[in-house]
């Protein structure tokens, strides 16, 4: 089951981590990969349709989650694409 899991494209894996944006503003961010993700500031998520202070705020919050960067590294030992470099 994993394996089939692993061809899911990023915006996917992103959003089963519970990333708080809509679907329609992290298609609207462009990123495809994690390290695209960790450098976005808080005015760039505002930016995104749906996304407010508050909203772009949890982004930040969220990403900077010791349990969602623990995740991410384990996504990038699995090789999933768009985690390791």
């Not at 298609?27 to 994690?34: F, H, L, P, T």
């Not at 998520?45 to 772009?56: D, I, S, V």
């Amino acid at each position: 089951q994993f394996n089939l899991a692993r061809r899911q494209p990023f915006t996917r894996w992103i959003m089963a981590m519970d990333i708080p944006l809509t679907q329609a503003a992290l298609q609207a961010s462009g990123d495809r990969s994690w390290e695209q993700l960790l450098m976005r500031t808080e005015q760039h998520w505002r930016q995104l349709p749906a996304t407010g202070e508050r909203r772009a705020g949890r982004v930040i919050d969220w990403r900077d989650n010791p349990q969602i960067k623990t995740l991410s590294r384990w996504l990038a030992a699995q090789h999933i694409p768009g985690f390791g470099s």
